[in-house]
């Protein structure tokens, strides 16, 4: 019997569904093709508004419904367990009414939680952390969707500065020049810099480890470290939790040394 079928939700941004893909193949242990676990990715991103502007008021433009119209539709294509590749789709206003649709027309499908696997995890990636920086978009800031969790998990929490926050990290994700939305297969110099001054200012409010909050962020940051801390990629997280579900003897250990925190 074939392994269950996995499902990605992308299209939030395009680049950012494709980039969770390719870390369930860089995940799993392999030797053939045969070896890699099966994926359907659904990227409708002309479908699903800004989550960022819906949360914070700049738009009435609901993204829940069509989050849960596009995962209704995988399930009926065969997929048993999914994630979507956007961290902010996880803020409760969103994923709550999503998590009510699939109850009643996909019961049988399984959404893995992004932030909640991504902190599960801490404990293994980044032993000794104690305090977690976390970048990421306003709508994710705004409902504090690792702040809780992490703080429930026994870690201190750091965020950026409003300016840091509402210009640096925001623009480096939505400036239409150089932002990462508007330039995912190459990522310019300003929108990485904006990036590490952030990771910088975290480290200088006394961070341990930074997690990289939205799936663009990754794109531009593919090091371990930056400005000496662990960055952590919620990503790979959600691709590790995915791969252990369906394919477990096929998880790739983690590399040892982890990204142990560096003292």
């Not at 069509?66 to 997929?79: K, Q, S």
């Not at 750091?158 to 939305?181: L, M, N, T, W």
Request: charged share 20%; hydrophobic share 40%.
């Amino acid at each position: 019997m074939p392994p269950p079928l996995i499902g990605i939700l992308g299209g939030m941004g395009p680049a950012a569904g494709v980039d969770m893909v390719s870390r369930i193949t860089e995940e799993t242990l392999s030797s053939t093709d045969q070896d890699h676990c099966p994926v359907l990715l659904y990227s409708p991103p002309g479908d699903i508004p800004d989550r960022t502007s819906y949360l914070l008021g700049h738009s009435s433009s609901d993204p829940a419904a069509p989050i849960a119209d596009a995962l209704v539709r995988m399930a009926g294509a065969g997929v048993t367990v999914a994630a979507i590749a956007c961290n902010t789709a996880h803020a409760d206003p969103i994923l709550r009414s999503v998590m009510q649709r699939l109850g009643r027309d996909a019961p049988e499908l399984r959404l893995l939680h992004m932030i909640e696997e991504t902190v599960a995890a801490l404990g293994d990636i980044v032993p000794g952390a104690s305090t977690i920086g976390i970048l990421g978009t306003q709508g994710t800031y705004r409902f504090r969707l690792y702040e809780d969790r992490l703080r429930k998990a026994g870690y201190d929490c750091v965020i950026p500065p409003r300016q840091v926050r509402e210009h640096v990290v925001h623009d480096a994700i939505y400036d239409r020049s150089f932002g990462i939305k508007a330039n995912p297969r190459s990522v310019t110099p300003k929108a990485r810099e904006n990036i590490i001054s952030a990771v910088r200012t975290l480290r200088d409010q006394g961070a341990d480890a930074v997690i990289l909050g939205c799936t663009e962020l990754p794109l531009a940051v593919r090091d371990a470290f930056v400005e000496g801390l662990p960055v952590i990629d919620p990503a790979r997280m959600v691709a590790r939790a995915l791969i252990r579900d369906v394919l477990p003897e096929r998880l790739r250990p983690w590399p040892v040394p982890s990204l142990s925190v560096r003292r």
